[in-house]
């Protein structure tokens, strides 16, 4: 079959590799009809490269139609039947997943490394499982993860339930916006504009700050208080003459490690893509390889008491952070890979909804066949061609 691999730094190809087949009785294959890029996906093409393997098969943000279920996932699916697969390998029965926390499976978590649950196509770090930008999918845990959806409306209204949804839905819990209030957002790429969009939705004043022009339209068109980045050269000052000189009540984080600009660390990183795998790790663990921009100008932003959701991804080890200002300021800090199905109830509705509250129609912006993922991976990264979500179907 057609799959997107790994093969080095910046480097992503269509190969042809073995179909998968069922490995334990609670497996199951899907036939994958449309697949997302993500992102995180973007980490894996430099910071997080010493963690993967030439060939590493990628994507987390899948669906499909299930071809064939092991003995044990019987019960939960049948061929045929139309599924979404969450990023998080999650086994619904253990002591983390009683709890909800998915993300923290401690059937699927990687000891050997100290990381949380299993995820699909992301790592070493992860499980290194083969992913889901490919024509088949084996699914581990299918007795619990895919998310059943009708036939009838398009991928589209169901694929972000993958990750973009829950992980927005996520921020904006964990950024505790008092009712009433107000939320800063940092970062409009996918995770981002559906943050704002939850937040509005919820009742909050939403200001969202980017600095690529198609990304605050589409951000604009949804109702969102934009401001451009390049345009204020203190932002968060600028927040602040919005907001009674106080910053807003809590800020998402939707940025992450690969933050606009730091010359410093932008060398770190592309060092750490062109090493070898042992140094490049060594380097990963000892030094600040995160672009903290977006973090710092969300403790700047912050209201004193308020609350900080980081939902963008970090990997450093060794990170400066201001705990001064952290800490004088009283600011709450929440973060961490979403627990995709802990919020699936909460959004089933709201995408089955006809009126479509969130818009999920209104995110992707290329649809694209597998073969092109090159260029895919190539215009998202770089935010050419007014790229914000890239569907790919097999
Ligand atoms: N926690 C989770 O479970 C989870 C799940 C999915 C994605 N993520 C992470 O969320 C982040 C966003 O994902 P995405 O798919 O939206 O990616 P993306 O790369 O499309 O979006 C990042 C956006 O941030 C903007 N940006 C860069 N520097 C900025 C700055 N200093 N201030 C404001 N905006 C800035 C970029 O222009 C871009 O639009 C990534 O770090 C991704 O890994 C986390
Ligand atoms: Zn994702
Ligand atoms: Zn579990």
Redesign the pocket.
Known sequence: MKAVTWHGTGDVRVDDVPEPKIEQPTDAIVRITSTAI???D??LLDVMGPYLDEGDVLGHEPMGIVEEVGQEAAAHLSPGDRVVVP?NISCGTCWMCERQRF?QCETTQNREHGTGASLFGYTKLYGQVPGGQAEYLRVPMADFGPIKVPEGPPDERFLFLS??LP?AW??VEYADIPKGGSVTV????????MSSRIAAHRGARVIA????PD?LEMARRHGVEVLD?DEHED?AASIRELTDGRGTDSVID????????NPVVDFTQRLVGMLPDRAAQAVMEHAGVDRL??LQ?SVETVCRGGTISI???YGGTADPINMLQLFDKGVKLA????HVKRWVDDLMPLVLDESDPLGVEDLCTHRLPLEQAPHAYEI?KE?EDGA??IVLQP
């Open positions: 993500c992102g995180s973007l980490h990023f993300a990750d973009v992980t996520q921020a940092f970062g409009l790429g996918p995770i981002g504009q700050v980017d600095l690529v990304r980045l932002v939707a940025v992450g490690m690969e933050a606009h600009g921009q977006a100008q939902i963008g991804v973060m961490g890979q979403a998202f935010k914000i979500k």
